[in-house]
């Protein structure tokens, strides 16, 4: 299929924002919705709405079947061991502040090592910060080379013995650069540290085998990846997860509960306190089943078009800034973070909203990142299975008239 074929899914698509058809292209924030997952969400809510793995009657078996199969189907989509692996979640910082809460403050101790790279997304960091007041720990860092990708020297030097957490983003939702895991979590294992892989970037986009990188902890978003918002899953080796106590605890999550003591249940019901987004659960069982139906092959091809071609019109344009597009590797997904010469990101922003193209226009959660480069924030275009090379034409005449506008040419 042509990529002009995917955007009659997407009925928000043939709508008008300021009167213009909409290019949108802020899909790294979140993606829109295709008809199957939205009737795959109203068919729950008006079918079979009822409580899981709570009620003998016919709805809540309903509801738990269909809960439980996305169970099954999301392990079967990472590749998982096992249904036991995969911990529903509101979305990735959910999941990512479960594995510091649990894992982090249980098993990191004065003087120990909490290694990040200088790319991640605030919710992978910050929560690492507080993890390493709490305990005493030092936070290092792994900086990028000059084409913008992870620091083979750095992985090396700062992967010690003393390291006990490798925290990583897969793809940079600054930049679009595909870290190599496996490199990462072959170095980690090596000195006995567990590796945690941000995932939110990477799994809507490229087939991720978390038995190929072999990553202890994975997390994303399913409203990055077509699914509604707050679904997000959390993949844990099962070791792993045993060992660690509940982040939440209430209704569900238990086994017996007696005036003093109480015991919890098995996975992965002991990470799922109180009831759960079943509702969610559907619609990311529905965009799953999508994403495989034009399968990943599919999804790159399109996304790599897009960005060859995006990056071709831009680097005509001269007065356009690019960044993270120094890489001799094929290592990028469909993301473009830019400035134009003179102009605030936000104005740029402001204007192509104006001529219908919805951009992203900050820090994009990654100040740190921003700051190692010498930026106070960026303009960031990003490409999913729906856009095509008229919405870049759309893009690249809107920039074309943002300096214009400023009375600046």
């Excluded at 509960?257 to 019901?269: C, D, I, K, N, R």
């Excluded at 219908?356 to 900050?362: F, N, P, T």
Aim: charge should be negative; glycine fraction near 8%; hydrophobic fraction near 40%.
């Amino acid at each position: 299929m042509s990529m002009n074929d995917y955007i009659k899914d997407f009925p928000i698509l043939s709508s008008k924002m300021n009167g213009k058809p909409i290019v949108y292209l802020d899909n790294s924030a979140t993606t829109q919705k295709p008809d199957s997952v939205v009737r795959a969400i109203c068919g729950y809510y008006g079918g079979c709405n009822a409580n899981p793995h709570r009620g003998a009657y016919e709805l809540s078996v309903k509801a738990t079947d269909i809960y439980e199969n996305t169970r099954v189907k999301v392990a079967k989509f990472i590749n998982a061991n096992s249904q036991r692996e995969i911990i529903f979640t509101k979305n990735a910082t959910e999941a990512l502040n479960l594995i510091a809460y649990s894992y982090g403050l249980n098993h990191v101790e004065e003087g120990d090592e909490i290694v990040l790279t200088i790319a991640e997304h605030h919710s992978n960091l910050v929560i690492w910060q507080q993890v390493a007041k709490a305990k005493g720990a030092v936070l290092k860092y792994i900086y990028l080379d000059n084409d913008g990708n992870l620091s083979d020297e750095d992985i090396e030097k700062k992967i010690t013995a003393k390291t006990k957490i490798v925290a990583v983003t897969q793809v940079s939702n600054v930049l679009g650069l595909i870290n190599d895991i496996g490199k990462i979590t072959k170095k980690a294992h090596s000195v006995g540290a567990v590796v945690v892989v941000d995932g939110s970037q990477s799994v809507p986009h490229i087939k991720v085998d978390i038995k190929a990188i072999d990553a202890d902890f994975l997390v994303f978003s399913g409203h990055k990846m077509l699914a509604p918002m707050g679904i997000g899953v959390l993949y844990g080796k099962e070791n792993l997860l045993n060992a660690m106590p509940p982040f939440l605890t209430g209704g569900d999550m238990i086994e017996y509960v007696e005036e003093q003591e109480t015991t919890f249940a098995e996975l992965p019901a002991k990470f799922e306190a109180g009831t759960q987004n079943v509702g969610g659960a559907a619609g990311l069982s529905a965009a799953i089943d999508y994403i495989e139906r034009i399968g990943f092959e599919e999804i790159e091809r399109i996304e790599n078009e897009l960005l060859n071609y995006a990056l071709t019109q831009l680097k005509e344009l001269p007065f356009i800034k690019i960044y993270g597009c120094d890489s001799k590797k094929n290592n990028k997904t469909g993301i473009i973070a830019f400035n134009v010469k003179d102009v605030h990101p936000h104005d740029v922003a402001t204007i192509l909203d104006s001529e219908g193209v919805a951009i992203r226009a900050g820090h994009h959660c990654a100040q740190p990142l921003h700051k190692y480069l010498g930026l106070n924030s960026t303009c960031r275009a990003s490409f999913y299975i729906y856009n095509s090379k008229s919405d870049v034409d759309r893009l690249i005449e809107a920039l074309s008239k943002v300096r214009k506008v400023l009375r600046l040419d």
